[in-house]
Structure formats: structure tokens, C-alpha cells
């Protein structure tokens, strides 16, 4: 028992050097099947990011002013990851304006932004932005957990679901797909993320937060696996991105 839950602790301080700037010093913890399971931890580690935004919201908002806690939050989740998933949306639009797959995927290997992806990147920021400012103050650090959390999870469903269309790159450790209990894993803390909001907020808003999730999900989807057949590391963190927003403009249909 002892041992199953170390390995499952090393597991997860993987997945948040993964998907985070936040150091840990994992010492050997590191094992290619261990950084194979980290997405069952996807979820959890998203909902953690969106918690440290939020904790910056609620100091800020009262101090300042909503609009500009939204804001600082927002910069918070860029600066704990790196902005990870934003630079995945950023290199899939770009990628998107290749004229064939082989074209596609070698404009998103390039490290430079091009014209798609800087508009692409500009408008999700102010998307998110100006949702989560027109949502009630009350609501807007849940958002940011619920958001984050579940936004990590969509990205998994596309790992269990699809195949990668590299062969090689940043999104490797999950080319052979998802493990049966990482996947059941996932889902679970989806499942918890969504009764803490139906709790606090009901179950209308929990079903407009789903939907919109769902309409991120495909919606990103539709574009980029008509084309590539498949799924990479960027396109991974294009749909967390849209997956977050539809989160985000859910609730706010619903408010």
C-alpha cells in the first residue's frame, strides 16, 4: 500500500513538472512508465493552477477592482504554466494555415509565431478576459477551478480517443494513448470538479458548463484532426484553450 501510494505521489509531482514552471525536486521519481501515466493527473493538476488563480482573484478583487483581478489572475495561470497550452493553441492555428498534413506539421514544429497563431492567441486571452469580467464576482474563482480542471480533462479525451501524428515530439509520453485506470482516474476528478459546481451554482449551470465544454472539445477537434488525422502536442493545448473558454462562456449563458 505504502509503495502504491509513493509511485502514485511521484506520479503526480511528474505531472505537475509537465504541465507547470512549479519546481519540485522529484530526486529519481522519474520513469518513462510513470511520465506515461501522468495524464490520470491531467484534471487535478489543471484544477490546481486554477486554484492559484483564484486565490489571486479573491486577494485582488476587493483591493482593485474585478476587471483588473480577472486580469491578474489570467497573468497568474500563464506565469504557473509557462503558458504551455497557449503556445499549443498559438502553433495549431498556424499550423491550420498549411495547405496538407505534412505542411501543417512542420510549420507547428517551428518555435516562431506567425500571423494565425499571434490572432489566434490575442482573441482566446480576450475571450477569456472579457467572459469571466461580465461573470458575478461571486462565481469567477470557482470558474477559474472548474475551468482549468476540466479544460485538462478534455485534453485526455482526446489522448484516449485519437492517435498521435508524430513521431517524435513533446507529446511522446502519451502517443501509445491512456491506460484504463489513468483514464478512469481522469474522468473521476472531471466527475467531482462538475458535483462541486452543481452543488454551489445548481444543476443548470452545471449542464451549461458541459455543454460549452463539449462545444470547445469538438469544435477544436473538428479542425485539426480533419487534417492531421490525429492529435500532437500542440493541438493538445489547443483544446484545453477552447475547451476552457467554452467552460467559461457556459456559465456565463447560464448567469
Not at 43 to 60: E, K
Request: glycine content about 12%; overall charge neutral.
Amino acid at each position: 500500500m505504502k509503495r502504491t501510494a509513493l509511485n502514485e505521489l511521484a506520479i503526480f509531482a511528474l505531472a505537475i513538472q509537465f504541465l507547470t514552471r512549479i519546481p519540485l525536486p522529484i530526486g529519481d521519481a522519474y520513469s518513462p512508465a510513470r511520465l506515461a501515466a501522468t495524464p490520470r493527473y491531467y484534471p487535478l493538476v489543471g484544477a490546481l493552477v486554477g486554484l492559484m488563480s483564484a486565490v489571486v482573484y479573491w486577494l485582488t478583487a476587493t483591493a482593485l477592482s474585478p476587471t483588473v483581478a480577472v486580469l491578474l489572475a489570467i497573468g497568474a495561470g500563464l506565469l504557473i504554466t509557462g503558458a504551455f497550452h497557449e503556445d499549443g493553441l498559438a502553433d495549431t492555428f498556424d499550423g491550420l494555415g498549411g495547405t496538407d498534413r505534412e505542411r501543417t506539421l512542420a510549420i507547428m514544429r517551428d518555435s516562431q509565431i506567425g500571423t494565425f497563431g499571434a490572432l489566434a492567441l490575442g482573441v482566446m486571452l480576450a475571450l477569456k478576459s472579457a467572459t469571466l469580467i461580465g461573470l458575478d464576482p461571486s462565481y469567477v474563482g470557482l470558474t477559474l477551478i472548474i475551468g482549468h480542471g476540466l479544460s485538462r480533462l478534455s485534453a485526455v479525451l482526446v489522448i484516449a480517443t485519437s492517435q498521435y501524428a508524430r513521431d517524435h515530439g513533446t507529446g511522446k509520453p502519451t502517443a501509445d494513448g491512456i491506460d484504463r485506470v489513468s483514464l478512469v482516474i481522469a474522468i473521476a476528478t472531471g466527475a467531482i470538479l462538475l458535483c462541486v459546481l452543481a452543488i454551489a451554482a445548481g444543476l443548470s449551470a452545471t449542464l451549461a458548463v458541459a455543454i460549452g465544454g463539449l462545444l470547445g472539445h469538438f469544435g477544436m477537434r473538428v479542425l485539426f484532426e480533419r487534417r492531421l488525422g490525429g492529435y500532437t502536442g500542440d493541438t493538445l493545448g489547443a483544446v484545453q484553450q477552447t475547451t476552457e473558454l467554452g467552460v467559461y462562456l457556459g456559465l456565463l449563458w447560464w448567469q
